[in-house]
């Protein structure tokens, strides 16, 4: 007689259950990954701006013709390329010329709402 192989019915109910446990595990995490998305795109942008204000204070220290005068955390958004970011608001705030401040930025393309900070730097 010739020996039969293969799986059990016992094995392979181990097997769906096993895959049904990680599947439990493993989908709220990539549930919430558009949160951490959106968390980390205000980021970039925060970090793009705190670069453009840096540019602009070394160019228009360098020349003050260059660059854009920046004494409010809004005026920031004219040193960065592109111009403002539709859906990205920066909480008003002042800034004197040489000095820096940290500035909110928010982004209300997403619910709920995420911020992040940046430095900007004051230039006549």
Do not use: H
Request: proline share 2%; aromatic share 4%.
């Amino acid at each position: 007689m010739k020996q039969q192989r293969g799986f059990t019915l016992i094995e392979l109910v181990m097997v769906i259950v096993i895959l049904g446990i990680l599947a439990a595990v493993a989908i709220p995490r990539f549930i919430n990954l558009q949160a951490d998305a959106a968390q980390a795109a205000t980021e970039g942008v925060a970090g793009g701006l705190s670069s453009a204000s840096a540019v602009n204070f070394a160019a228009r220290s360098a020349r003050a013709t260059n660059g854009a005068q920046i004494l409010d955390c809004n005026q920031v958004w004219g040193a960065m390329q592109g111009g403002q970011i539709p859906g990205y608001n920066i909480t008003a705030a002042a800034v004197t010329a040489g000095n820096t401040v940290t500035c909110t930025l928010t982004n209300t393309n997403v619910t709920p709402n995420t911020t992040a900070s940046f430095t900007a730097i004051g230039i006549n």
